[in-house]
């Protein structure tokens, strides 16, 4: 079980059938217990509105006692698409301050402390110069420490970016993956969607963000699809 917190408050969402209710606790967090691992990864793929917490108001991530370690160990996301829109990039870790720069390629970005485990900055996908793979860092400006790097990679745009009329199934085809595997989507939705030719998350995948706020208007969805990004967990899914 997982105790998953909803940064942007009160929510019902729906996740392979199951309803999950965003409820405030004893420390004002919006929290809904996730039973199910694969729903609880599901969640936590969306980080900046999903994170895991404990019970007791204490990152998971902290160890007892003494100063945490400067360590950077999770980026996300970990790519991007070449030319593609810009990214806000969170890189998790532990021992972060206001101190802390984030050092993308060799070279200081514009860093935002976030909190002790998180500090983000913005990445221009459009200044790349095609697909590669770069080291990042977290630096402590006070102190001079810094980690060790992971990678990111820009990378081409995949097949589920290109426009519909550039894809063609094979006739074999590969096994539908149902709509209500994306966050906000439930049994209601995915049969408007269906009705709507968006058969299942490969079609969905196949969108642009035109098509998909024309859809989003049509079904009177109020901009949902757009803030719990369906397309990029469409996509993900896809691959």
Partial sequence: MATIECTYGPVSEEVGGIMYEFKPDQFGRYVAEVWIDKHAKVFLAVVDHYRLVNKDNTDPWEPEGGPEPLALEQLSP????????????NCRGTGFDENSVIVFNAG???TTFVSKNVVTTVVKPSLASGALTVPVQIRNSSSGAITEPLDFSFTEAP??????SDLEDDEGGSDTI???EIIGIGP??????QKADVADVRALAKLNKKEMAALDEQLGLGGRSAR???????????R
């Fill in 108 to 110: 200081d970005e514009p």
């Fill in 178 to 180: 149902e709509l209500t």
């Fill in 228 to 238: 719990d990004d369906w397309l990029g967990q469409a996509k993900k899914l896809a």
């Fill in 188 to 193: 209601s939705i995915a049969t408007q969607l």
């Fill in 78 to 89: 970990a790519e991007a698409v070449v030319g593609g829109e810009d990214v806000v990039l």
């Fill in 159 to 164: 097949l589920a970016d290109l426009e519909s």
